[in-house]
């Protein structure tokens, strides 16, 4: 790991403060966030308590000496950290390249929202990352119920949505199950579809396809976070020299 990447978890986690609910998110930045954290814990002596939000994460949590607890059993959270797999400069995000969307958003939607100044939700990424417009770099996730695979595909395509089934990362052919014991489709947007669609209802695209998924019977969840964080930290792509950006509300008001 680089020390700009080591730069990048540290600034993430620098956030925590002793006595902390701490939500641990999933994937390689999450993973960097969960070591650094565990590194100040040791060094600083910070009594936490940390869930995860995924299986994977909170394993690697446990054997860093993290306090990892489930998460039914508290009823909040006082600061999440994750990483996203595209993010636009208004920090609307796309998730779920590790499957692992549906509880990384019950994490962000039990913590109180912050500022850029005091944030309380911190989503890192690199700045291969951020884009001009969602399911630029990879196809939009939707966890569903197995039983109702045809159903949501069929109500997919409805809104402009070509699902295609992810597949376990083996030679099985299986689909992959999630930790919720369900399945995804990963989606590429017809914008000729939803464009049209989205301008009749005098709405931004990604809210078009937004709303009708949160109704849509059968989907659990989905990878499209538009509100959820308070700050995203971008770091520069890979061989790039550069600092560390703040994406946050306060910090592009002032721009």
Same mark, same amino acid.
């Given at each position: 790991m680089s020390e700009q990447r080591d730069r990048l978890a540290e600034m993430a986690v620098g956030y925590v403060r002793d006595g902390m609910v701490v939500g641990l998110g999933t994937g390689r930045a999450a993973s960097r966030g969960i070591r650094a954290l565990a590194a100040r814990v040791q060094r600083e002596g910070l009594k936490l308590t940390c869930v995860s939000s995924s299986v994977?994460?909170?394993? #690697?949590?446990?054997? =860093?000496? +993290?306090?990892?607890? /489930?998460?039914?059993?508290?009823?909040?959270? %006082?600061?999440?950290?994750?990483?996203?797999?595209?993010?636009?400069?208004?920090?609307?995000?796309?998730?779920?390249?590790?499957?692992?969307?549906?509880?990384?958003?019950?994490?962000?939607?039990?913590?109180?929202?912050?500022?850029?100044?005091?944030?309380?939700?911190?989503?890192?990424?690199?700045?291969?990352?951020?884009?001009?417009?969602?399911?630029?770099?990879?196809?939009?996730?939707?966890?569903?119920?197995?039983?109702?695979?045809?159903?949501?595909?069929?109500?997919?395509?409805?809104?402009? #949505?070509?699902?295609? =089934?992810? +597949?376990?990362?083996? /030679?099985?052919?299986?689909?992959?199950?999630? %930790?919720?014991?369900?399945?995804?489709?990963?989606?590429?947007?017809?914008?000729?579809?939803?464009?049209p669609a989205a301008k009749a209802k005098r709405l931004l695209p990604e809210m078009a396809m937004l709303f009708p998924l949160e109704r849509m019977p059968g989907v659990v969840d989905h990878g499209l976070f538009l509100f959820e964080a308070d700050v995203v930290l971008v770091e520069p792509a890979a061989g790039q020299d550069g600092d560390i950006e703040v994406m946050g509300a306060d910090v592009d008001d002032a721009r």
């Open positions: 994977a994460s909170a394993q #690697l949590g446990s054997s =860093l000496g +993290l306090k990892v607890v /489930d998460f039914a059993s508290v009823d909040r959270v %006082d600061f999440v950290f994750d990483g996203a797999d595209e993010v636009t400069i208004d920090r609307a995000m796309l998730k779920g390249g590790g499957g692992a969307m549906t509880r990384e958003r019950l994490l962000a939607q039990a913590t109180e929202p912050g500022t850029s100044q005091r944030p309380n939700r911190v989503y890192m990424v690199d700045a291969s990352k951020v884009v001009d417009r969602l399911c630029t770099r990879m196809p939009l996730p939707v966890e569903f119920v197995p039983f109702a695979a045809g159903l949501v595909r069929r109500e997919l395509q409805k809104i402009g #949505l070509t699902p295609i =089934l992810r +597949l376990a990362g083996d /030679d099985s052919g299986r689909p992959m199950v999630t %930790d919720n014991g369900l399945h995804i489709y990963d989606c590429r947007p017809d914008w000729s579809v939803i464009e």
